[in-house]
């Protein structure tokens, strides 16, 4: 949609490393179109979970907010906060 940003919130197995550059450079070679490629990487220890335990998408989409705003900083703090402490899920 018009002006929307997208950011790739990513829980990564143990000891696997991500950075945006690469990230990119997945999804490019997986033919995901130019507009829909993340501009800010959120790596994460687990994904936030609601009282049902589906993820919180509402908790994934302030942090990605205010990632936005400063570049992720507050991503990566306020997801260690919102999680809800039911493990880490393996993700890329």
Do not use: Y
Request: aromatic content about 2%.
């Amino acid at each position: 949609m018009l002006g929307e940003r997208i950011a790739a919130c990513v829980v990564t197995r143990t000891g696997a490393a991500l950075d945006l550059d690469s990230l990119k450079a997945l999804v490019r070679e997986k033919g995901l179109a130019a507009w829909h490629q993340p501009e800010l990487l959120v790596p994460l220890n687990e994904l936030p979970r609601n009282a049902g335990g589906k993820i919180d998408k509402n908790s994934l989409s302030r942090t990605r907010h205010r990632g936005f705003q400063d570049g992720g900083r507050a991503c990566r703090d306020s997801m260690t906060r919102e999680s809800s402490g039911r493990g880490p899920l393996a993700g890329v």
